[in-house]
Every structure is written in C-alpha cells, then in structure tokens.
C-alpha cells in the first residue's frame, strides 16, 4: 500500500532503554530484533527507531557524529539490516529519526568547518563573527540553557547552536549541505527503511539577518529560552524549499515517507505549512498534545482547526514520547488509571490522522520520579530541581518480573528501573485480559476492521464540557465515539443502541453513564 502511513499506529522505540541483549546495562538492537514480535503482536503497522547511530551521546543519539554507521553500543550496521529484515519478514514498517538540523560536534563535518574559515566544508555550519565589542551577534537562546552561540578562537567566530555547545547548527542555506544531508537519506532508503522521523524539522533554517527574537510573555518561565518569541531562529520559509528537495528524493522510492516534527507555539500553522502540497512532507505533529491540559475544547479546536485550515494536509498526533513526561502523569492525576490509561490509547488511535504510541504506553506506565543523582539528561540537570529533564520517561521497558531489572539486562541498567514499573510488566500484563496491555491489542485488532478510522473524515459533537465527541467516517456508516476528560459521571443519549467497543460506560435503557477517564464506541451516526 503506497500510503500505507495513512491512519497507521506506529510504536516509538527508544533503544537505549527497551531491550538490552548483551548485558551492559543499554539497550541494543539485537534486543530490539528479539521482541519485534511484540510489537507485532500489539496490531501496530510500524515502529519508529530514535537514533542508533554514532554519537559521543552527549544528548543521547541525537548528536550525531557518523549519519552513516551505528553505534557500537547499539550493535553494527550487519545487526541494524537483521532487525530491519525481521521488521519486514512480521509487517512491520521501519521508519528512523534523521537529524539534519545539526550534527555532533565530533563530526568530521564540524572538524574541518571549524578549522579554517577556508577549508573546503568552511560553510558547512553557521558562523557569525562577533560584534565590535566581541559579544554574541544576537539574543537567540539555546534549548538547554545559555545563549546560542559558541566563540570558535580558530576561526574567531561564533557558530550557532539551538540546542548543547556539542550540537552545532548545519547550514542548510547552503546547497552543498543539502546536496550531502539528501545524500545520507538516500543511503537509509536504499538500505530499506520505510521513512523517516525528523527531529525538529523547522529549526533547518534562520534568519540570514540574524535579528534579535522579540520577548515572550511568559513570567513563569524555567527555562530562559521559553522567554522568546522564536521568529526569527526556527521556522523560517527558507526550509521550505528544502522540504520540498527532500520530498523529490522519497519520491524516487515507492511507498516511503516522512513525519516532521515541529516544535512551534503555532500548531495548527505549521502542521499544514509543512505538509500542504505534493512538495511537502507527508504528515507531521506537533507538542500541542505532549504538554498542557487535555480537554476537549482543546482537542476539537486543534484537530477541526487544522482540517479547516488545511482539509488535505494529514496529521500525526502523539501523547507521549521520549522529550515529555508521561501523559498518565500530565493528565490522569486523580483520575482512575487503568480506566486513564486505556481511554487516552483509543482516543490518540481514534482521531484522525497518524498515531504514534510510544514505548510503554501500552502498559499505562508513569512518570518516574528519579533522584538528581540518577539522572543522565543534561536538560535535566542543568534546570534541576524545578525542571527535572526528559530521564523519567526514559526508564527501562518492565518486560518481566521473573528476571533481574525487569527482564531488561541481567546488570544494572544505564537508569534505574522504578519499582511501580516493575509490577506493570509485559509478562503480568499479556496474562491478565483486564489489563492495558490486553486492551491495546484488543484495540488495535478491532481497529484494522474499521477502515472510517483509518482514511476517514471527523466532524465534532456538540457536547458538554467535559465530553469529547466525535463522528469518524463519510455517511451513515461511521463510528460515534465519546469519551469522559472530566472528573465526574456524564450522561450521553444513545437511544438504548450498543456499543461497538467497550471502554468502560455503563448502558441503561435509553443513555450511557460514562464515568471519568471511560468512554463509548457506537456504530453509525450519532
């Protein structure tokens, strides 16, 4: 199926901490090969492989020192081809993270960049010379904390970098970079992979002005870069072009895509930006849904705001993932967990456009609270204790209680394994029919027979506060669904029909009681 990304489920992977098969306390690909069943068995149609490849790991993966090999810590190029072909042999499509708004500042790349304001790859990164009393060109602000930019005394300039000192900023105004970066995918897609995830896709370019990025409001603020507004250092209509190069190069490979994510405070705006157009991505998300308050005005005037404003643009919406703490914990506080845990993986696969479920989810695990001594995170560390960083949901997979460390490595793991963690593993969760793990698969397979959730349209219920309502399909033909985001038992009118997939509401005769954290699948129209 060429759209086969189309309304899929695909199931987030975070090598370091799902499966560690020779023993030294990290995650690794061979671990991953081994339980692709697993995953197989949920009823997902992919997985999404944050990076494997070679890095000093400073932010974990995400610095990338080598596009083109793996880590040894994560196996060798021979075991990436074996898990991408067991992939395949189960039905599983592979889709990898690209990082092409900066790379590790061990790349070879950066070396020779950095070493002469002649050398052949001088222009390969942003360089700026200072201002004539040798402070920073600008205001712009680093993710992690500090300004952006990094004095460089062998060129004597400063080189931008969006995110730590070691993750230098590509210029992607520059075509060479673009001509090697395009490069890189090909090698992926002619090695096999089914796409790619691109990590903060609209940090490609920035203002060639360099104009300093008005203040934001925001007193709260931990972070000093969340005192900006970011106009003039991301999203930037310079990167269009090159999304539209790259889109060319997945064209030439039948039934491959790509997700975009965008780190923007304008959701909607940029989600159809990126993906209106045959020259654009194919899908994208955002972190509309991966912080605040889940409620259901804010899902209904994100999702039909996006289709209003773009009605051909596909979206890919996630609750979770490795940079956000757990959505049991963001949103289920005083909320019935299990009940939780299962209404936010059927509302997430029941919207429309392309979920994402990270690993995890499907066992309803929480935020874990880690002591500062145990973190490995530098955004963590560095804004601690009032930002505790990105480790807690990083934690190892619990796949077992009948093994040391959860069944995950027989030594102690690169992060602890919380003890709640460990009674809401795989092994537990596989053989009790009530938990989220069996109502995940139960889920997904009912899914695959209803093609409105998939491909079709959406249209809002007018409802009460604390309902969410939707109608999935074209016709008469459709699903109904409603679920409780509310703290109390609500009431739908349902004219005594069935449900078509039980999450939790109690039928009376002529209504469904529908109590916090449940909800109600009808056939047809509401």
Same mark, same amino acid.
């Given at each position: 199926?060429?759209?086969? *990304?189309?309304?899929?489920?695909?199931?987030?992977?975070?090598?370091?901490?799902? %499966?560690?098969?020779?023993?030294?306390?990290? @995650?690794?690909?061979?671990?991953?090969?081994?339980?692709?069943?697993?995953?197989?068995?949920?009823?997902?149609?992919?997985?999404?492989?944050?990076?494997?490849?070679?890095?000093?790991?400073?932010?974990?993966?995400?610095?990338?020192?080598?596009?083109?090999?793996?880590?040894?810590?994560?196996?060798?190029?021979?075991?990436? /081809?074996?898990?991408?072909?067991?992939?395949?042999?189960?039905?599983?499509?592979?889709?990898?993270?690209?990082?092409?708004?900066?790379?590790?500042?061990?790349?070879? =790349?950066?070396?020779?960049?950095?070493?002469?304001?002649?050398?052949?790859?001088?222009?390969?990164?942003?360089?700026?010379?200072?201002?004539?009393?040798?402070?920073?060109?600008?205001?712009?602000?680093?993710?992690?904390?500090?300004?952006?930019?990094?004095?460089?005394?062998?060129?004597?300039?400063?080189?931008?970098?969006?995110?730590?000192?070691?993750?230098?900023?590509?210029?992607?105004?520059?075509?060479?970079?673009?001509?090697?970066?395009?490069?890189?995918?090909?090698?992926?897609?002619?090695?096999?992979?089914?796409?790619?995830?691109?990590?903060?896709?609209?940090?490609?370019?920035?203002?060639?002005?360099?104009?300093?990025?008005?203040?934001?409001?925001?007193?709260?603020?931990?972070?000093?870069?969340?005192?900006?507004?970011?106009v003039h250092d991301r999203s930037q209509p310079e990167?269009?072009?090159?999304?539209?190069?790259?889109?060319?190069?997945?064209?030439?490979?039948?039934?491959?895509?790509?997700?975009?994510?965008?780190?923007?405070?304008?959701?909607?705006?940029?989600?159809?930006?990126?993906?209106?157009?045959?020259?654009?991505?194919?899908?994208?998300?955002?972190?509309?849904?991966?912080?605040?308050?889940?409620?259901?005005?804010?899902?209904?005037?994100?999702?039909?705001?996006?289709?209003?404003?773009?009605?051909?643009? =596909?979206?890919?919406?996630?609750?979770?993932?490795? /940079?956000?703490?757990?959505?049991?914990?963001?949103?289920?506080?005083?909320?019935?967990?299990?009940?939780?845990?299962?209404?936010?993986?059927?509302?997430?696969?029941? +919207?429309?456009?392309?979920?994402?479920?990270?690993?995890?989810?499907?066992?309803?695990?929480?935020?874990?609270?880690?002591?500062?001594?145990?973190?490995?995170?530098?955004?963590?560390?560095? $804004?601690?204790?009032?930002?505790?960083?990105?480790?807690?949901?990083?934690?190892?997979?619990? =796949?077992t209680s009948d093994a040391p460390h959860g069944g995950?490595?027989?030594? =102690?793991? *690169?992060?602890?394994?919380?003890?709640?963690?460990?009674? +809401?593993?795989?092994?537990?969760?596989?053989?009790?029919?009530?938990?989220?793990?069996?109502?995940?698969?139960?889920?997904?397979?009912?899914?695959?027979?209803?093609?409105?959730?998939?491909?079709?349209?959406?249209? $809002?219920?007018?409802?009460?506060? %604390?309902?969410?309502?939707?109608?999935?399909?074209?016709?008469?033909?459709?699903?109904?669904?409603?679920?409780?985001? @509310?703290?109390?038992?609500?009431?739908?009118?349902?004219? @005594?029909?069935?449900?078509?997939?039980?999450?939790?509401?109690?039928?009376?005769?002529?209504?469904?009681?529908?109590?916090?954290?449940?909800?109600?699948?009808?056939? @047809?129209?509401?």
């Amino acid at each position: 199926m060429a759209e086969w *990304w189309r309304g899929a489920v695909i199931y987030q992977i975070y090598p370091r901490s799902f %499966a560690d098969s020779d023993g030294d306390g990290v @995650g690794d690909l061979p671990g991953i090969t081994a339980h692709l069943p697993y995953i197989a068995d949920l009823g997902v149609d992919g997985i999404w492989l944050s990076p494997v490849f070679t890095s000093p790991m400073r932010d974990f993966g995400y610095d990338v020192a080598d596009y083109r090999g793996i880590d040894p810590l994560f196996g060798t190029l021979e075991d990436f /081809d074996a898990m991408l072909a067991e992939a395949h042999r189960l039905g599983l499509r592979v889709i990898i993270d690209q990082v092409y708004s900066h790379s590790s500042s061990d790349h070879p =790349w950066f070396q020779a960049s950095r070493a002469s304001r002649t050398s052949a790859l001088a222009d390969y990164y942003v360089w700026v010379d200072p201002r004539p009393d040798g402070t920073a060109p600008n205001n712009w602000l680093g993710v992690f904390g500090g300004t952006a930019w990094e004095w460089e005394p062998r060129r004597r300039q400063y080189y931008l970098h969006n995110f730590l000192v070691s993750q230098p900023d590509l210029n992607l105004h520059n075509p060479e970079v673009q001509d090697a970066v395009l490069d890189v995918a090909r090698f992926w897609l002619d090695r096999g992979v089914d796409g790619f995830r691109l990590d903060v896709a609209n940090f490609y370019t920035h203002d060639r002005a360099l104009r300093d990025n008005p203040p934001a409001d925001a007193p709260r603020a931990v972070k000093p870069y969340d005192m900006q507004l970011h106009v003039h250092d991301r999203s930037q209509p310079e990167t269009l072009p090159f999304i539209a190069r790259l889109r060319a190069v997945l064209d030439a490979y039948p039934g491959r895509m790509a997700v975009a994510e965008l780190a923007t405070s304008q959701p909607v705006r940029r989600i159809a930006e990126y993906t209106t157009g045959h020259d654009r991505l194919h899908t994208a998300y955002s972190f509309v849904f991966l912080g605040g308050e889940l409620t259901s005005r804010r899902v209904t005037e994100t999702v039909a705001g996006l289709l209003q404003a773009a009605p051909d643009a =596909w979206p890919s919406w996630a609750f979770e993932n490795h /940079d956000v703490p757990r959505s049991l914990t963001r949103w289920g506080k005083g909320q019935p967990a299990l009940a939780w845990a299962k209404t936010m993986i059927a509302l997430l696969t029941t +919207l429309r456009g392309t979920a994402f479920l990270y690993q995890g989810q499907e066992l309803g695990l929480t935020q874990a609270d880690l002591p500062f001594e145990a973190l490995r995170d530098p955004d963590g560390i560095a $804004f601690w204790p009032a930002y505790k960083g990105r480790d807690g949901c990083r934690t190892p997979m619990p =796949w077992t209680s009948d093994a040391p460390h959860g069944g995950f490595s027989t030594v =102690w793991p *690169w992060l602890p394994m919380p003890a709640e963690h460990l009674t +809401l593993n795989a092994a537990k969760q596989a053989a009790d029919p009530d938990s989220v793990l069996s109502f995940t698969r139960r889920l997904l397979a009912w899914r695959r027979g209803h093609a409105c959730l998939r491909t079709g349209g959406i249209r $809002f219920l007018d409802l009460p506060e %604390a309902l969410l309502g939707f109608y999935r399909g074209e016709g008469a033909n459709g699903l109904t669904l409603v679920f409780n985001l @509310g703290a109390s038992m609500e009431i739908f009118s349902a004219d @005594g029909r069935d449900a078509a997939f039980d999450l939790g509401a109690m039928r009376f005769p002529q209504a469904w009681e529908i109590g916090p954290g449940c909800g109600l699948v009808l056939l @047809g129209a509401p």
